[in-house]
């Protein structure tokens, strides 16, 4: 079996593409979140979501899009000066793909190659559970009730920091970091993930070609912020 794991893909569908045409032979995605803001194609990134059953948690970016779009009356009228990315993802959606995106659980628990699993965005804020005590308490109060199992292996996202941490030789947590967009001190662009095959975790980059999105991305006018993050995210100079 193989499973294809991705993260923090941020309405960047062309990164989305391109790692499904390296990995298509997938058989089953699990995605710890945030789908949608900071990039410029939310509504094809919900729609390639859902056309592959793609098995999501719910991130915070997430429920900051469905939060615009359930308060702002007027989110095309607000001038560029006060429009975050966003109200800009929240315009682009409409009352299905919010209801979609406010129906992510929090946490998944699920079985891979006799293996028990648990998925959810983010430990604590941008935190990393460094003990095995740490692990056992976050899956008590996260995955109530617990399965029959415990719990070997967690699956965040939201650092956008690819890594496997070992807690003992039976517990790990993986971050498959994010498919969009790096860290102020990372400037790498490629496209970040992971796969399970027969239970072995194999972390993944793949560089891809970013001249359609960059394009999009040059095309948007929002607070001078959060275009300075746009450029930077996306090596736009």
Known sequence: MKVLIISDVHSNIHALEAIWSEEKDSDVIYCTGDLVDYGPFPKE???WVRAHDVQCTQGNHDRWVVACYRNGKS???LPAAERAWAHHNAALLDREDIRYLEQLPQALSFELDGVPYGMVHFYQKY???????????FCAETFAPLPTEPLSRLIFGHTHRQAV?????EILWLNPGSASYRRRDDPDQSAHYATI????????????DMEPLRQAVEGVRLMESEMLSAGRYFGIR
């Open 45 to 47: 990134v919900l729609d």
């Open 75 to 77: 989110l095309l009228a």
């Open 127 to 137: 935190e990393e559970i460094v003990s095995i005590h740490a692990y056992v308490q």
């Open 165 to 169: 941490r070992y807690l003992s030789d």
């Open 197 to 208: 095959s027969d239970g072995v975790i194999s972390l993944k980059r793949l560089s891809y």
